[in-house]
Structures are given as structure tokens and as C-alpha cells.
T-cell receptor
Framework: RKEVEQDPGPFNVPEGATVAFNCTYS??????FFWYRQDCRKEPKLLMS???SGNEDGRFTAQLNRASQYISLLIRDSKLSDSATYLC????????????FGAGTRLFVKA | GAVVSQHPSWVICKSGTSVKIECRSL??????MFWYRQFPKQSLMLMAT?????????EQGVEKDKFLINHASLTLSTLTVTSAHPEDSSFYIC????????????FGPGTRLLVL
């Protein structure tokens, strides 16, 4: 089983749609959680951190369920510019910090 | 925000040559830098963790003698791919953290290496 699993997609949605991505992680010692976005042939860029209480940044809402070891990202009112690969990232400390990236979920927003 | 640069952005070289990639934190001091490799349509794979003034910690399966990492200062880490071969062709990305290694990572723009 992969340490961080994501549905690879692709998700094809029309502009204005709401889309949700899920991510599961296997190590209960995971400490920090993030969503990054990566555009084609570019480096990943931090989208938002994920907290147990849930957090929102504009059209983006992230949630963490530690009991189920599950992270989600909700994008409302999708824009064409949201088209990218969304990476679920988990950091754990097992005698040394380790950051694990999910393989990413591809999103295509179409006009 | 925290800015990380990488140089060069593109490298094309012949098999057997060595390639050096620089990673710089431009507006902050980075105690920890990371080196990743990403093959097409795959996720980032951590190669090594680099701390200023000490030896890098390599991930399992990554050859220390082939991928030489030097973290000479709090703003500069270098990755040298020695005797590069076509299978080393990949997208190499560095990242740096403002605080400890468990904190948010800021990525450089990446270096595309093509070994002929």
C-alpha cells in the first residue's frame, strides 16, 4: 500500500463546478499535511496547509480526518486557471522528518 | 514570500559527463534543503535531505557517490550528477524550509536534465 494515495483522475469539470479531491495516508504518525498544486512542467507550489479543524482560503477548503487518515480538498466555482495536478503531501517524524508526496490528481476545467 | 532559485533550468549533456545543479534560497536562510527527482507522470521522489554544514541524508536506493550533495551555506546547496547516463534524465527539483524539516517547503523551479 502506498504511503499517500490519491485518485489520479483526471477530473474533467466545467467552469463553475465544485470538485472534491481525496487523499489517504497510511502512517498514523503523520504530523503535517499540505495540498500543493503543480502545473505541467513546473515546480509544485503550496496551495494550503491542512488542519484538523478544517481551513478555507477563498474558493478552496481543506479538511483533515485523523481518525480515518483522510484529507480532502474542495474547490468551489472552478476556474480555467485551476487546471493543474493537485498533490497531497504528508510529513512525518520517525526519528527524522520525512515528506511524502502523493502521485497527484489531475484536474481539467473546461469552458 | 520565500523564493528558491535553481540553476540551470535546462541541461543537455552527453553520457558520462557530470552535471552540477545549484539551489539557492534568495530571501531567507534555509537550514534544510531537499532534492527531489520527478519522472514524467510520476510523483516527486525525495532523493536526499541536506543540512548546512553536515553530510546529506540519502533515501534508500539513491547512490551517494553518483548524486553528490554539498550544502556549503545557509543559502546554497548543490547537486552533482556524476557520470550521467540516459536513465538519469529527469526533472530535478530542490526545496527549502524556513524553519525545521517538518515545515512548509518552498520549491525551486526545477532543472530538466537530458542525457544523450
Amino acid at each position: 500500500r502506498k504511503e499517500v494515495e490519491q485518485d489520479p483522475g483526471p477530473f474533467n469539470v466545467p467552469e463553475g463546478a465544485t470538485v472534491a479531491f481525496n487523499c489517504t495516508y497510511s502512517n498514523s504518525a503523520s504530523q503535517s499535511f499540505f495540498w500543493y498544486r503543480q502545473d505541467c512542467r513546473k515546480e509544485p507550489k503550496l496551495l494550503m496547509s491542512v488542519y484538523s479543524s478544517g481551513n478555507e482560503d477563498g474558493r478552496f477548503t481543506a479538511q483533515l480526518n485523523r481518525a480515518s487518515q483522510y484529507i480532502s480538498l474542495l474547490i468551489r466555482d472552478s476556474k480555467l486557471s485551476d487546471s493543474a495536478t493537485y498533490l497531497c503531501v504528508v510529513t512525518l517524524n520517525t526519528g527524522g522528518f520525512k515528506t511524502i508526496f502523493g502521485a497527484g490528481t489531475r484536474l481539467f476545467v473546461k469552458a | 514570500g520565500a523564493v528558491v532559485s535553481q540553476h540551470p533550468s535546462w541541461v543537455i549533456c552527453k553520457s558520462g559527463t557530470s552535471v552540477k545543479i545549484e539551489c539557492r534560497s534568495l530571501d531567507f536562510q534555509a537550514t534544510t534543503m531537499f532534492w527531489y527527482r520527478q519522472f514524467p507522470k510520476q510523483s516527486l521522489m525525495l532523493m536526499a535531505t541536506s543540512n548546512e554544514g553536515s553530510k546529506a541524508t540519502y533515501e534508500q536506493g539513491v547512490e551517494k557517490d553518483k548524486f553528490l550533495i554539498n550544502h556549503a551555506s545557509l543559502t546554497l546547496s548543490t547537486l552533482t550528477v556524476t557520470s550521467a547516463h540516459p536513465e538519469d534524465s529527469s526533472f530535478y527539483i530542490c526545496s527549502a524550509t524556513l524553519a525545521g524539516p517538518g515545515e512548509t517547503q518552498y520549491f525551486g523551479p526545477g532543472t530538466r536534465l537530458l542525457v544523450l
